[in-house]
T-cell receptor
């Protein structure tokens, strides 16, 4: 059973370009979470999605960032007009159901570098 | 406003000895706590968790202790092994929060010397 998959693992963008990060949850998992880790810091929650629904986006910047989890295909985190401050590791996690105390399984992350 | 804090950025321990990693939190609504282990260039891996109705949970070499009155938890690893060298993150969640959003501490880098 494959774990959470993220691609690309590394992404380099110039300022002003768009970054698209993909996450395929574990088989049977319908809940996806995105976290961002800035250098030398802990992971910070960005957004929680279920299939075709954004449940909680309280951690996501209001501008330039968007996320989706379509009925078919991976979850996408999209960053428009990237700036140097967007350089970070972006981790996706999935869980089978939004019950309390459910462990979240993390992917390997996408390391975004903005030049 | 950091709701979960790990005040020691690094810890060095001799192989075979005990490693104690500490975590403090400020949000009294947190009722479930988790420890994740992270190797470089990998995602965090779940290690052990504890509910606020308990004060101790043990799994093999790993034990987590929770002191609710002090809003403090700790992870004990005994005996420590070189393969335990990694960054350890403490995380917390509120029971009434939709989707189990995790709030992470800044991490402690553990180095176990052979």
């Amino acid at each position: 059973n494959a774990g959470v998959m993220q691609n690309p693992r590394h992404l380099v963008r110039r300022r002003g370009q768009e970054a698209r990060l993909r996450c395929s949850p574990m088989k049977g998992h319908s809940h996806v979470y995105w976290y961002r880790q800035l250098p030398e810091e802990g992971l910070k929650f960005m957004v929680y999605l279920q299939k075709e629904n954004i449940i909680d986006e309280s951690g996501m910047p209001k501008e330039r960032f968007s996320a989706e989890f379509p009925k078919e295909g991976p979850s996408i985190l999209r960053i428009q007009q990237v700036v140097r401050g967007d350089s970070a590791a972006y981790f996706c996690a999935s869980s089978p159901i939004a019950l309390r105390y459910n462990e979240q399984f993390f992917g390997p992350g996408t390391r975004l570098t903005v030049l | 406003d950091q709701q979960v804090k790990q005040n020691s950025p690094s810890l060095s321990v001799q192989e075979g000895r005990i490693s104690i990693l500490n975590c403090d939190y400020t949000n009294s609504m947190f009722d479930y706590f988790l420890w994740y282990k992270k190797y470089p260039a990998e995602g965090p891996t779940f290690l052990i968790s504890i509910s606020s109705i308990k004060d101790k949970n043990e799994d093999g070499r790993f034990t987590v202790f929770l002191n609710k009155s002090a809003k403090h938890l700790s992870l004990h690893i005994v005996p420590s092994q070189p393969g335990d060298s990694a960054v350890y993150f403490c995380a917390a969640t509120e029971g009434n929060n939709a989707g189990n959003m995790l709030t992470f501490g800044g991490g402690t880098r553990l180095m176990v010397k052979p």
